[in-house]
């Protein structure tokens, strides 16, 4: 294997699906800048995710309404005021 190629803040986290309610420690080098105090009482960093497999209807079975109409607005409304912002061209 190639030496120096992988991170070396590989470290214990929390993973939190908000969609479900669900958390579960695991290891990553994600940055985050959250931390949550898990069950044992210790203090860990937290990686928010918004879907996983506790909560994707290919896991679970089920489907689950996800608001993407209010994402793409939220957006719109983010960067209207930007110079990314579409202008439309007047005749």
Known sequence: MKKDIHP???RV??????S????????S????KETIV????NEYPLIKLEIS???????????KFVDTAGRIDK???KFA????????KEN
């Open 8 to 10: 070396q803040n590989y």
């Open 13 to 18: 986290v929390v993973f939190k699906d908000f």
């Open 20 to 27: 479900c309610g669900e958390a579960w420690l695991g290891r």
């Open 29 to 32: 080098c994600a940055p985050t």
């Open 38 to 41: 898990w069950e044992d009482g």
């Open 53 to 63: 497999n506790r909560s994707h209807p290919f896991f679970t079975g089920k489907m």
């Open 75 to 77: 957006f719109n409304k």
């Open 81 to 88: 005021n930007t110079r990314f912002a579409r202008k439309d």
